[in-house]
C-alpha cells in the first residue's frame, strides 16, 4: 500500500508534528489513542512556503524525542505538505470518523487573534473531531517564571550584585 492509499483509510488518529513541549504532548496522545482504538497515526509536517529535504528526519526526531522511537504497535503514516498547518490537518483527516489531535502552546488570546491558532482554526473548520492538548504544566510554570523574571529583572540583578562577594582579584593573592 503506497502513501496516497494509506492517506485514504478511515478512520484514522491526524496529529501535527511540531517539536515543542506542547507538539510533544500532542504526539503522546495521539500515540496512544491510535493504539486504544487500532487504527493507523498519520503524523503530519505542515510548513507555509517551500521547505528543505530535512523535513522526514523532523518528523523522526520529534517521534525520538516524544516518545524513545516510533510506536511499534501502531500503523504510522509521516507526512511533509507544504501549506498551512489547519488546512494541511483538515486534508489530511477529511472523514468525519477521523480524529485531529494538536497541542496549545498556551501562548494566550491575543498571540492566537495575532498570529491566529491552529486549534481555534481547526475547531471551526474540521469535519471530524479535534482533540486540543494542553501545555504541559512544566512549560506553564518556566513561562509564569519568566515573565516574573523580566518583570522584576533589575531588582533581582541587583541583589544578586549585592549579595555576590567581589571576585575580581586572583584567589592565590595572599599566598
Known sequence: MDA?????????????VDRSLAGYAALRVAAGLARERQVPLDAVRAMAGIGAE?????????????????PADVDLVKSVVYESTGAALARHAADRRDLIVVGNDGKGVIRSVW??????GLLKSARCQVLVVPVPE????????LRK???????VWDRFESE????????????
Open 4 to 16: 496516497a492509499e494509506r492517506n485514504a483509510v478511515h478512520p484514522k488518529v491526524v496529529v501535527h
Open 164 to 175: 555576590v562577594p567581589d571576585l575580581r582579584g586572583s584567589p592565590f593573592q595572599g599566598t
Open 149 to 155: 523574571l523580566r518583570r522584576h529583572r533589575a531588582d
Open 115 to 120: 498570529n491566529g491558532s491552529v486549534a481555534r
Open 138 to 145: 512544566m512549560q506553564r510554570t518556566t513561562r509564569r517564571s
Open 54 to 70: 530535512a523535513d522526514m528526519d523532523y518528523i523522526d526526531a520529534a517521534f525520538q524525542e516524544a516518545l524513545g522511537g516510533f
